[in-house]
T-cell receptor, first 113, second 111 residues
Framework: DAGITQSPRHKVTETGTPVTLRCHQT?????MYWYRQDPGHGLRLIHY???????DKGEVSDGYSVSRSKTEDFLLTLESATSSQTSVYFC????????????FGSGTRLTVV | GENVEQHPSTLSVQEGDSAVIKCTYS??????FPWYKQELGKGPQLIID?????GEKKDQRIAVTLNKTAKHFSLHITETQPEDSAVYFC??????????FGKGTHLIIQP
């Protein structure tokens, strides 16, 4: 979507290696989110940020860390990738937490072998 | 916290017919209800939303209704077309709490 880009779009990595996914926005939105999408589970929140260096955990945060050093960038790191982290990861942005729509990126398909 | 249930998980309709997807929510404090459409290989896109001070909202062939008393809201698509085939997500939210998403409905439009 315009204003939000995710990189890479696809990645294959080996179990035990660290992986970092990047989300970049040009909308200057305060809130940024990382979700994972798996069949039968819908969208599950991993972490979110409400400002530079301000982050909080979502419902499936174990094994993931995040950083936001600039308003426009939100990084998701898998410290030591496992096969259970094979998923499609979506970043989203919003102007407020729960009473405005989110804009989603195009996703990163991550495969851990 | 909020819990959103979405039904059905799969819906198959004939082209030209109407489709209805239903969601229920648990937190009476929720006051914002968006709907998202996700096409294959893409991220979810906001297609319509409704706030708790409104009972119904329409945008061309799509409409959303909200029943606050019963805590449920629905997406209605009329005169369905092949390009309506996608996964649809409902969500509920309000204020400091973020959006809680339903698990999605795979809508299939049969030619």
């Amino acid at each position: 979507d315009a204003g939000i880009t995710q990189s890479p779009r696809h990645k294959v990595t080996e179990t035990g290696t660290p992986v970092t996914l990047r989300c970049h926005q040009t909308e200057n939105h305060r809130y940024m989110y990382w979700y994972r999408q798996d069949p039968g589970h819908g969208l599950r929140l991993i972490h979110y940020s409400y400002g530079v260096k301000d982050t909080d955990k979502g419902e499936v945060s174990d094994g993931y860390s995040v950083s936001r050093s600039k308003t426009e960038d939100f990084l998701l790191t898998l410290e030591s990738a496992t096969s259970s982290q094979t998923s499609v990861y979506f970043c989203a942005i919003s102007v407020s937490r729960g009473d405005y729509g989110y804009t989603f990126g195009s996703g990163t398909r991550l495969t851990v072998v | 916290g909020e819990n959103v249930e979405q039904h059905p998980s799969t819906l198959s309709v004939q082209e030209g017919d109407s489709a209805v997807i239903k969601c229920t929510y648990s937190d009476s404090a929720s006051n914002y209800f968006p709907w998202y459409k996700q096409e294959l290989g893409k991220g979810p896109q906001l297609i319509i939303d409704i706030r708790s001070n409104v009972g119904e909202k329409k945008d061309q062939r799509i409409a959303v209704t909200l029943n606050k008393t019963a805590k449920h809201f629905s997406l209605h698509i009329t005169e369905t077309q092949p390009e309506d085939s996608a996964v649809y997500f409902c969500a509920a939210g309000g204020g400091a709490d973020g959006l809680t998403f339903g698990k999605g409905t795979h809508l299939i439009i049969q030619p």
